[in-house]
């Protein structure tokens, strides 16, 4: 499989829909939200992206089936999928907050092998394909090289559905308050685990994700010199739920602080 080559082509995608999403976010109007469940809301634009979105790269890979954030398409088992969020940062987009992106991944039966996330606003667009390195805007990126998590700045996202282990969470979100520069909370799991694959966070921790939330930026992350892992420090990252990505240097003691609150205090 060309990766390079789908690569080119996602990217010319994302840039089509971008249009599309870009021209329906000023003067948006929340009359058309719809509600999947509490606080998980969902309008024309997230549903028409996707279709947009689904169509191409049906044709980029043929052979590949769909994980959609909406529903489109179909999984295929043990073969190529897709992990597509055309709207990542929807409560942004219908409250008018600049921060959203469009998030895909390629993914094979175990691992991602291509990730593109396309934040809107500011045109930016990462990318990474297994083995080909990270890129933003097609220029290099680099996870930070920051050692001491006492200087990193950390990215988070807060419970909207799962509020049963709250407590635990603001130990842990305290605790890195007091550990770091602080905290920033974007609204897009996938724009967090970008900045952190471009060096502007240190780090990234949530819980209660989607894969479509995640799967992209997984490989960004990886491909710039990241580490990856749930909050065990396995493998289960994509469909398990947790997250932690971060540079190499912070990796660590974040997780030794999730582990210290999320575990041994249950």
């Not at 947009?52 to 179909?74: D, Y």
């Not at 060096?199 to 939330?213: T, V």
């Not at 990252?237 to 971060?246: C, S």
Request: net charge negative; with cysteine.
């Amino acid at each position: 499989m060309d990766l390079a080559s789908i690569a080119r082509q996602v990217k010319e995608l994302s840039q089509q829909v971008r249009t599309f999403i870009m021209g329906e976010f000023n003067g948006f109007d929340r009359d058309h939200v719809e509600y999947k469940g509490m606080n998980d809301m969902v309008s024309y634009v997230d549903k028409t992206a996707e279709k947009m979105l689904v169509e191409k790269l049906s044709q980029i890979v043929p052979e590949a089936g769909f994980i959609a954030e909406e529903g489109t398409g179909e999984k295929k088992e043990g073969d190529w999928n897709w992990i597509v969020d055309p709207l990542d940062g929807t409560t942004n987009f219908i409250h008018g907050v600049p921060t959203f992106a469009i998030s895909i991944a390629l993914m094979d039966e175990e691992n991602v092998a291509f990730g593109l996330v396309h934040e809107l606003n500011l045109d930016e667009c990462f990318y990474a394909y297994r083995g080909g390195g990270a890129y933003l805007n097609d220029k290099p990126m680099m996870v930070s090289k920051q050692t001491k998590l006492k200087k990193g700045l950390v990215a988070t996202g807060f419970p909207f559905i799962d509020f049963v282990k709250m407590p635990q969470y603001m130990e842990i979100l305290t605790d890195m308050m007091k550990h770091s520069h602080g905290l920033r909370r974007m609204g897009s799991a996938a724009v967090d685990m970008a900045y952190v694959a471009a060096g502007r966070f240190e780090g990234f921790f949530e819980y209660n994700l989607k894969p479509w939330d995640v799967a992209a930026g997984v490989i960004l992350v990886e491909e710039a010199g990241g580490n990856v892992t749930d909050f065990k420090g396995g493998t289960d990252h994509i469909f398990g739920k947790e997250m932690l990505a971060a540079a190499p240097g912070v990796h660590a003691d974040m997780l030794k602080v999730i582990q210290h609150w999320w575990f041994d205090k249950e």
